[in-house]
C-alpha cells in the first residue's frame, strides 16, 4: 500500500509563531486527509484534499495538496495554546482501497 | 447522537488472557477500522469492515479477531493477550466511500502485564 512520510516529528514553537507540518509520497494520492489529535484524546478529522494544487483554509489553518498530489502541507498562522497537540495526515491505500494509512504524526508543542 | 462508543476506556490484563474490546456507532457508518496507537508509531490499522459481514485484515492483524454481526458494532477480541499488544485502541467509523473522514471513538488504554 502507499506510504506517506511526514515530517518534522515534533515542533517547539513560541506563542504567536507559524508552524507548518508535510506529509510526502513517492506517488500520486488520490486525496489526503489531516486529523489533529490532542494530548490524551482521540484523532479528530480536520479535512480532506481531493484536487490537484487545492488549498483549503479553517480559520488560522491553511491546507494544501501540491501540483503533482504527491505532497500536501498543513500551515498554522499564529499558533495558539489550543493548537497543542498530534497532526496527522492520512490517505487510503492504493485505488480502490478502503484502508485508511496513517502517516507518524507531528507533535506540536506550543510555549506560552 | 453518542458517535462512536467504545468501552472500556481501561483495562489490565494478564498474559494468556483473552478479551473483547467493544465498539458501536450509532450514524449508520458503512465503515468501521480498529487502530492501535504505540509512541512514535502512528496509528496503524488492525483490522477493518466495510458493512456488515465484511472484514479485512490491516497492517497489524496478528493476535486480534474481528466480526461485524451488525451495522453498528464491530468488536476487537485479544485472543491470548501479549506484553507486545500493550497500547491504545481506537475504534473509528465513516460513511462509505473515500470522500469522507473517520469518527473515531475516545479510546482503550490496554496493559498486558
Known amino acids: 500500500g502507499q506510504q506517506v512520510m511526514q515530517i518534522p516529528q515534533y515542533q517547539h514553537v513560541q506563542e504567536g509563531e507559524d508552524f507548518t507540518t508535510y506529509c510526502n509520497s513517492s506517488t500520486t494520492l488520490s486525496n489526503i486527509q489531516w486529523y489533529k489529535q490532542r494530548p490524551g484524546g482521540h484523532p479528530v478529522f480536520l479535512i480532506q484534499?481531493?484536487?490537484?494544487?487545492e488549498v483549503k483554509k479553517q480559520k488560522r489553518l491553511t491546507f494544501q495538496f501540491g501540483e503533482a498530489k504527491k505532497n500536501s502541507s498543513l500551515h498554522i498562522t499564529a499558533t495558539q495554546t489550543t493548537d497543542v497537540g498530534t497532526y496527522f495526515c492520512a490517505l487510503y491505500s492504493g485505488a480502490g482501497s478502503y484502508q485508511l494509512t496513517f502517516g507518524k504524526g507531528t507533535k506540536l508543542s506550543v510555549i506560552p | 447522537n453518542a458517535g462512536v462508543t467504545q468501552t472500556p476506556k481501561f483495562q489490565v490484563l494478564k498474559t494468556g488472557q483473552s478479551m473483547t474490546l467493544q465498539c458501536a456507532q450509532d450514524?449508520?457508518?458503512?465503515?468501521m477500522s480498529w487502530y492501535r496507537q504505540d509512541p512514535g508509531m502512528g496509528l496503524r490499522l488492525i483490522h477493518y469492515s466495510v458493512g456488515a459481514g465484511i472484514t479485512d485484515q490491516g497492517e497489524v492483524p496478528n493476535g486480534y479477531n474481528v466480526s461485524r454481526s451488525t451495522t453498528e458494532d464491530f468488536p476487537l477480541r485479544l485472543l491470548s493477550a501479549a506484553p507486545s499488544q500493550t497500547s491504545v485502541y481506537f475504534c473509528?467509523?465513516?460513511?462509505?466511500?473515500?470522500?469522507?473522514?473517520?469518527?473515531f471513538g475516545s479510546g482503550t488504554r490496554l496493559t498486558v502485564v
Open positions: 450514524m449508520n457508518h458503512e465503515y
Open positions: 473509528a467509523s465513516s460513511r462509505q466511500g473515500s470522500n469522507y473522514g473517520y469518527t
Open positions: 484534499l481531493v484536487k490537484s494544487g
